[in-house]
């Protein structure tokens, strides 16, 4: 069965600093990769996903992530952290059925 | 483009009551997802329609679940009778491909059963 982890309920980095947002991953076959955010109250939102070519993929509102297969993981990162990335982000992959398993989520704090 | 759209927003019911959340998505989406996020936890997949036919409900606790996506455009999902421990908020999410489009999710349904 797949499976994903995010292995930090909580990420706290400084306004500026750069930030990152761990995830590894087992799936049969190649893996399809994603990464949301969550908002509060608000639905989930697509930053970037990982289908095939280059292993470095960029995202939404500067965000990037590097697909590493030896290492089964697809960790999120930022080079400068704003105030306003504070918020739950979810990684997740997708077999090649179509069908997605998501981490349990790590709030990330960013503070000025 | 109009996204995901989902009703009602919130529900409170009463244990061994029934419910239904409806979801719309957005136009053209031929796959349509019903999550299930736990307080504290990842959105849990419950069952993914591809048109109108089912393609994964594995995780969908028939007992008391069921979805329908008639006509292959709008969703319901029912729970009867509900239970204490499906207080939890039911995500919709539709998308263009199965394997690699990004799925689109809608504000959820926030249910509370007491």
């Known amino acids: 069965a797949q499976s994903v982890a995010q292995p930090e309920d909580q990420v706290n980095v400084a306004e500026g600093n750069p930030l990152t947002v761990k995830c590894t991953y087992s799936?049969?076959?190649?893996?399809?990769l994603f990464w949301y955010v969550q908002y509060p109250n608000r639905g989930l939102q697509f930053l970037l996903k990982y289908i095939t070519g280059d292993n470095l993929v960029k995202g939404s509102y500067g965000f990037e992530a590097e697909f590493n297969k030896s290492q089964t993981s697809f960790h999120l990162k930022k080079p400068s952290a704003l105030v306003s990335d504070s918020a739950l982000y979810f990684c997740a992959v997708r077999d090649i059925t179509g069908k997605s398993t998501f981490g349990d989520g790590t709030t990330l704090t960013v503070k000025p | 483009e109009a996204g995901v759209a989902q009703s009602p927003r919130y529900k409170i019911i009463e244990k061994r009551q029934s419910v239904a959340f409806w979801c719309n998505p957005i136009?053209?989406?031929?796959?349509l997802y019903w999550y299930q996020q736990i307080l504290g936890q990842g959105p849990k997949l419950l069952i993914q329609f591809q048109n109108n036919g089912v393609v994964d409900d594995s995780q969908l606790p028939k007992d008391r679940f069921s979805a329908e996506r008639l006509k292959g455009v709008d969703s319901t999902l029912k729970i009867q009778p509900a239970k204490l421990e499906d207080s939890a908020v039911y995500l919709c999410?539709?998308?263009?491909?199965?394997?690699?489009?990004?799925?689109?999710f809608g504000p959820g349904t926030r249910l509370l059963v007491l």
């Open positions: 799936v049969s076959g190649n893996p399809y």
């Open positions: 136009s053209g989406h031929a796959t």
């Open positions: 999410a539709s998308s263009l491909d199965p394997l690699g489009g990004t799925q689109y």
